[in-house]
């Protein structure tokens, strides 16, 4: 068969991998010609009768005739139907495939399906078995197998059905208390009890050959393990001794923070210029859909060569859904931009969890943006000590562009240079490497002859707090600006930075208003096409206070928060982009209650009188909780998830609504295993 569009892929199966932990569907099919082929494509659907949309295209192996490709970060339980094309060397497409349904197992709760990471080793050798949990030694007690006339079977085994007492007719009728078991006529049971003489056999059996195949047990220990090992644990019986090696120490767990402003109008389309899953980094897109209805949404990925991989989700009404970026096919090991398009406005944000990168462990967030733009701004930056500055730039058109992009510094001083960009592709600009940059606190404007998606991330280690934070740029300047979130308490330095990319100098009036309602003004004087920088500790009378900023300048200007702390043992540092304009409708889609992580809800008032505040939490599978509050006039209220009822280890969204127009902010705060 030629792969130049005269004939389509013949024999498409879906099936499950022989070796998965779940959430993938194994594709094969066959070509008649592979020679010919230099290409193919993958389409998917929910439906049999399609659409199909393009999940992944990219060169074959035609090395042989059957080819195959694993489709992953897939729903447990759900069914997908696909279709492939081949595309040959001459650049045409075949007709599609067949179609071919794959369907997932559910996942069931414990009900026939062994605990992760139990496992029984016996050793004939020993006489002694030996119980683990996720390879870490649990309990070991002495044993009696079978006696090389009748002995146990060696190999590996599962627990295939509990019985309280068993009888065994076959030797006198005697019980077998707590037995477990797991080949036909053998099981793990407490010493034999005769019942017609009252006594049970002698313990001083164990630690020797001595049963008729069975594993006897002391009957305290036998108890034990069959309350510890659940039907399908496995069991590996060995006739030699077994050494236990413990596992090495788990590494130290990523701590720190991240911070992100609120949504304060749906889209159906959002766009995240940063994105990595190389080996040390977990990327997540979340997902909020705060409707009465199903929500499709189409993603397109975007890698720095220009190629693109796309996946369907589907979200459920008045629900929270997020994606693990690593786990979907093509994708692993990557720089990614990312676009959503859904048929129903929606929420999104995008985290990140990294470990070891450049000796710093920590996460970022950043909520999207809703359109690519020919001009950007970023008020942060700092190149200077252990710090990290990277500008990442995404072209989400099919047409190359050139950005530019210039550099300000706080003395007014500015520095520009040009960078062509693939289409579709994602370009990342490390601001460190630029010498006239070097340990400068430093404001970025981004211009492009193409609309383009713009974002900054950092990484760093500011005074032994290692973490990272990102932030998706402001399309425009604007002269008022407002920022929920802030501290200055304990072990917390909170900056406000304030870029002005104009060519006339300002006044910048800003006001703190404090979570007791004091309010404290102060001016600031900006330079032309500079980078301004408030250190909010160094304010006497802000000392130990929460806080939220007001900024009224007199030009045009640009304005962010980031923050540095050690919060209850979490080293770490977040940023945020501030708010033009207050809103009484606000939308955060990340959230999580599991585990060390703390998340919080800040509130800002900035109008002359108090507000209530309604605030919905959305839940995986679509779950709410309800709640108000009362936020006075020119203050900042807090809300801890973690302390309301029914927000208790787990993924959630938020859905805030004003009677007056408010700010509204996140924070997290986290200590996760790498």
Request: net charge negative; hydrophobic share 35%.
């Amino acid at each position: 068969m030629a792969a130049s569009g005269s004939g389509a892929p013949s024999g498409l199966k879906a099936g499950l991998p022989t070796s998965s932990d779940g959430g993938c569907i194994k594709l094969t099919w066959q070509a008649g010609d592979p020679s010919s082929i230099g290409a193919f494509k993958v389409y998917r659907s929910a439906s049999s009768d399609g659409p199909f949309k393009v999940i992944f295209s990219d060169s074959a192996d035609t090395s042989l005739n059957q080819m195959e490709f694993v489709d992953t970060g897939l729903k447990d339980g759900a069914s997908y139907y696909y279709r492939v094309s081949l595309v040959g060397k001459d650049g045409k497409e075949s007709p599609l495939s067949n179609v071919a349904k794959g369907t997932l197992p559910a996942r069931k709760s414990n009900g026939g399906i062994a605990v992760p990471g139990k496992h029984i080793i016996i050793s004939i050798t020993d006489q002694r078995i030996y119980f683990l949990e996720n390879d870490v030694l649990v309990k070991s007690h002495l044993c009696a197998t079978g006696t090389y006339e009748k002995p146990t079977p060696l190999g590996v085994f599962s627990v295939q059905y509990h019985e309280y007492c068993a009888v065994s007719v076959t030797y006198g009728g005697v019980y077998c208390y707590w037995w477990m078991g797991f080949a036909p006529d053998t099981g793990m049971h407490a010493l034999p009890y005769d019942p017609k003489s009252g006594t049970w056999t002698s313990a001083s059996c164990l630690g020797h050959r001595a049963s008729h195949g069975c594993v006897r047990q002391g009957i305290a220990d036998a108890e034990w393990a069959y309350k510890w090992a659940p039907n399908g644990t496995r069991i590996d019986i060995i006739d030699q001794h077994f050494t236990y090696v413990p596992p090495p120490p788990p590494p130290p767990p990523i701590k720190g923070g991240h911070a992100s402003a609120g949504i304060d109008t749906l889209s159906k389309d959002w766009y995240f210029a940063e994105g990595c899953t190389a080996a040390n980094f977990k990327e997540y897109i979340c997902m909020m859909n705060p409707s009465d209805k199903a929500v499709a949404v189409n993603a397109t990925f975007m890698r720095p060569d220009g190629s693109t991989v796309g996946a369907a989700y589907a979200l459920q009404p008045f629900a929270r859904y997020t994606v693990n970026v690593g786990g979907i096919g093509g994708l692993q090991s990557t720089e990614v931009s990312t676009h959503l398009n859904s048929d129903t406005p929606i929420a999104a944000e995008r985290s990140q969890y990294f470990f070891d990168y450049k000796g710093k462990d920590g996460g970022t967030d950043s909520a999207g943006v809703q359109s690519p733009g020919k001009e950007w701004y970023l008020a942060e930056g700092y190149t200077g000590g252990d710090f990290d500055e990277y500008v990442l730039v995404q072209n989400p058109n099919p047409v190359a562009g050139t950005v530019h992009v210039q550099y300000m510094k706080t003395d007014g001083s500015t520095y520009d240079f040009d960078y062509a960009i693939k289409p579709t592709s994602r370009m990342s600009l490390h601001v460190d490497d630029i010498p006239e940059l070097a340990s400068a606190d430093v404001s970025t404007k981004v211009t492009c002859d193409q609309p383009v998606v713009v974002e900054r991330a950092q990484y760093f280690n500011y005074y032994g707090k290692d973490d990272g934070n990102a932030s998706a740029a402001i399309a425009a300047p604007a002269k008022t600006w407002y920022l929920a979130e802030g501290y200055t308490g304990g072990d917390f330095d909170e900056y406000v930075l304030m870029q002005n990319p104009g060519a006339t100098a300002g006044v910048a009036k800003v006001t703190f208003m404090c979570s007791d309602g004091f309010n404290l003004e102060k001016d600031y004087n900006l330079l032309p096409k500079s980078r301004f920088t408030i250190h909010v500790d160094e304010i006497p009378e802000l000392a130990s206070r929460e806080v939220s900023t007001k900024i009224e300048a007199t030009v045009d200007v640009v304005a962010e928060r980031s923050m540095y702390f050690v919060s209850f043992g979490r080293p770490g540092g977040s940023d945020a982009p501030g708010v033009s304009v207050p809103a009484k409708y606000w939308y955060l889609a990340e959230g999580y209650t599991g585990g060390d992580f703390d998340t919080y809800v800040l509130i800002m008032n900035p109008n002359d009188t108090a507000t209530k505040v309604d605030v919905n939490y959305l839940l995986p599978g679509g779950g709410i909780k309800a709640v108000s509050y009362q936020v006075a006039a020119h203050s900042r209220y807090t809300i801890h998830a973690d302390s309301i009822g029914g927000l208790t280890n787990t993924e959630f969204s938020t859905a805030l609504t004003g009677d007056l127009p408010v700010i509204c902010e996140r924070a997290m705060y986290f200590s996760m295993p790498r």
